[in-house]
């Protein structure tokens, strides 16, 4: 018996519409970069993480650099 450890599909399904949509919205747009999407995530983080500021970063090393560079 194969039992699955994460099941990805199961989870992408009911909100596959939403984020093909955003994705699209934001290709045809161009704004890859501090695009307004950037702003509404960092604001919605900061809210849910109960935190005056968020930084998004590109990757986990960008994310890393930063904190170093913050001590």
């Keep these: 018996m194969n039992v699955p450890l994460l099941d990805l599909r199961a ?3 009911p909100l596959q519409a939403a984020i093909e949509s955003a994705v699209v919205k934001v ?3 161009g704004r890859y970069v501090l695009g307004p999407e ?3 995530l960092e604001t ?3 809210r849910y993480l109960g935190v005056n500021h968020v930084v998004t970063c590109a990757s986990g090393s960008d994310a890393l650099l930063l904190a170093l ?3």
């Design 38 to 40: 950037v702003g509404e």
């Design 44 to 46: 919605a983080l900061a």
């Design 27 to 29: 290709l045809r747009e």
């Design 11 to 13: 989870q992408y399904a």
């Design 69 to 71: 560079m913050a001590l």
